[in-house]
C-alpha cells in the first residue's frame, strides 16, 4: 500500500522535508540563537509543535 496511512503521518513528513530544504538552502536565521545540540533539539520542538514537560 503506498501513500499515508493518516494525515497527522503525512503533515510530519511534509514539515520534515520543509525543514531539511530549509537547513540545506541556509535559511535558518533563527539556527544561530542556539548553540550545537540545544539549538537543534529547540527548533525542531518549535517546528513540530511538540513541547517537553
Known amino acids: ?3 499515508f496511512k493518516s494525515m497527522k503521518t503525512a503533515y510530519a513528513t511534509i514539515k520534515g522535508f520543509e525543514l531539511m530544504r530549509m537547513f540545506k538552502k541556509g ?3 533563527i539556527w544561530k540563537l542556539g548553540q550545537g545540540l540545544t539549538g537543534e533539539i529547540w527548533l525542531i ?3 513540530f509543535d511538540i513541547y517537553r514537560t
Do not use: A, F
Open 1 to 3: 500500500m503506498r501513500g
Open 45 to 47: 520542538e518549535r517546528q
Open 27 to 29: 535559511q535558518l536565521d
